[in-house]
């Protein structure tokens, strides 16, 4: 069992900046945030593993910067030129498999354990 304990969200006007954390209990190797706004679906934001290969949404690429830190198990997300349409609830997921497809970096069900999640509110 991996424990992942994400924060960082906050309230921020258009075009302002955040950034995410989420600490995991344990080895993780492929790690994502995903974000859910109200009455719509979970959707992959950015995701990286511990190779290095990343996948990004088109929505988010050149905005936000995903990292990870394996010697602090902590999985960060910056969030750049804020909009909007950014205003969701983020939550960072895990697996300790490091055979994910580039594709499949952005797939909820491709995630054994989830952080609580962290909210982010963008005000125009």
């Known amino acids: 069992q991996v424990l992942l304990v994400d924060s960082g969200g906050g309230s921020v006007q258009a075009g302002g900046s955040l950034r995410l954390s989420c600490v995991a209990s344990?080895?993780?190797?492929?790690m994502g945030w995903f974000r859910q706004a109200p009455g719509k679906e979970r959707e992959g934001v950015a995701a990286?593993?511990?190779?290095?290969?990343?996948n990004y949404a088109d929505s988010v690429k050149g905005r936000f910067t995903i990292s990870k830190d394996n010697a602090k198990n902590t999985l960060y997300l910056q969030m750049n030129s804020l909009n909007p349409e950014d205003t969701a609830l983020f939550f960072c997921?895990?697996?300790?498999?490091?055979?994910?497809?580039?594709?499949?970096?952005?797939?909820?069900?491709?995630?054994?354990?989830w952080g609580q999640g962290t909210q982010v509110t963008v005000s125009s």
């Open positions: 997921a895990a697996t300790q498999s490091p055979f994910l497809t580039t594709t499949g970096l952005l797939r909820p069900s491709e995630y054994k354990f």
């Open positions: 344990a080895y993780t190797d492929c």
């Open positions: 990286i593993c511990n190779t290095g290969r990343t």
